[in-house]
């Protein structure tokens, strides 16, 4: 069983940052991160293997958003920066233990983020 616990979320104005944290109990052999908006399926905004650190993005965020991991606090962030209205969304953090498939995900509850011009 994993449980996820989020942090960060809020408004802010368009070129500004916000970063997020994920606090997990249990394996984590991959987390992620990834957001929805109204009328949209939920979509990977970034990947990350916890043991060897490897990472991935989504076009749309590479070059602004960073994911990364605290091994010790079981903890993943993703810090976003120069965040544009079309960013907004509510995030969410997301766990398999044992693949990276996105076969069989745990989720966090969410967490709201807004992006103003």
């Known amino acids: 069983e994993v449980q996820l616990e989020e942090f960060g979320g809020g408004s802010v104005q368009a070129g500004g940052s916000l970063r997020l944290s994920c606090a997990a109990t249990?394996?984590?052999?991959?987390m992620a991160w990834f957001r929805q908006t109204p009328g949209h399926e939920r979509a990977v905004v970034a990947r990350?293997?916890?043991?060897?650190?490897?990472?991935t993005y989504a076009d749309s965020v590479k070059g602004r958003f960073t994911i990364s991991q605290d091994n010790a606090k079981n903890t993943v962030y993703l810090d976003m920066n120069n965040l544009k209205p079309e960013d907004t969304a509510m995030y969410y953090c997301?766990?398999?233990?044992?693949?990276?498939?996105?076969?069989?995900?745990?989720w966090g509850q969410g967490t709201q983020v807004t992006v103003s011009s």
């Open positions: 997301a766990a398999d233990r044992w693949e990276c498939t996105d076969a069989s995900l745990y």
């Open positions: 990350i293997y916890t043991t060897g650190g490897r990472t």
């Open positions: 249990g394996r984590t052999y991959c």
